[in-house]
């Protein structure tokens, strides 16, 4: 899920499918990484969270998956829905400093009615 | 709640003019940061402040942008001389230290353009 310039990587899907959205970070003593959801026109907002002694948490509709040996993260929302349109940001920091909190470039969600 | 507010929603200024953009923190939060997105660059952290005081300031791009937060409802971020690669949408976001660490909470932002 990281992108390259002006380009964001985007994923299509039906409404009712699941999606799955990848990324990849950066800092291998990164200790805690967070979801972030972005509707267009507004700000980010949180949607899950995970420490890096857990390998999957799960929420409503959603879950994050952490594979530290290769540093990936993904996020996983269940039969998805037009309300989930939006771009999808993970972010990673460390020593739970939120003033250390890296945000990847983000994912773009199109979902078809 | 409020949420984060921030002001304005939309800038249009030109070249060499200052420009000022507002926050206020949700009420309660000691922790406030300034973000700045561009689709080259995504999400920058520009500053952030605990407790009214700056922590950590690299992320200014240079002396022509300055933050202050005078007291725990108000932050401002100033840009003199404005210019046209400071086009952007700028974000203020505010959290609890010692909350869930992830979890901050963004404004809808501030979009400037510099003609």
């Known amino acids: 899920g990281e992108s390259v310039g002006l380009h964001l990587p985007t994923l299509s899907v039906q409404e009712g499918d699941n999606s799955i959205i990848n990324c990849a970070y950066s800092n291998s003593a990164s200790d805690y990484f967070i979801w972030y959801k972005q509707e267009s026109g507004k700000g980010p907002q949180f949607i899950i969270d995970?420490?890096?002694?857990?390998d999957k948490r799960q929420g409503q509709r959603v879950t994050v998956l952490l594979n530290k040996t290769v540093k990936h993260l993904s996020l996983q929302i269940a039969a998805t829905q037009p309300g989930d349109s939006a771009v999808y940001f993970c972010?990673?920091?460390?020593?739970?400093?939120?003033?250390?909190?890296?945000f990847g470039k983000g994912t773009k969600l199109s979902v078809k009615p | 709640d409020a949420g984060v507010i921030q002001s304005p929603r939309h800038e249009v200024t030109e070249m060499g003019q200052e420009v000022t953009l507002r926050c206020k923190p949700i009420?309660?939060?000691?922790?406030l940061f300034w973000y700045r997105q561009t689709m080259m660059r995504g999400l920058e952290l520009l500053i952030y402040?605990?407790?009214?005081?700056?922590?950590?300031d690299s992320g200014m791009p240079e002396d022509r942008f300055s933050a202050k937060m005078p007291n725990a409802s108000f932050s401002t971020l100033k840009i003199q001389p404005s210019e046209p690669r400071d086009s952007a949408v700028y974000f203020c976001?505010?959290?609890?230290?010692?909350?869930?660490?992830?979890?901050?909470?963004f404004g809808e932002g501030s979009r400037l353009t510099v003609l």
């Open positions: 995970i420490r890096s002694n857990m």
């Open positions: 009420s309660g939060h000691n922790s």
């Open positions: 976001a505010s959290s609890l230290a010692g909350g869930n660490t992830g979890e901050l909470f």
């Open positions: 402040f605990n407790n009214n005081v700056p922590i950590d």
């Open positions: 972010a990673e920091t460390y020593g739970g400093s939120q003033g250390n909190l890296i």
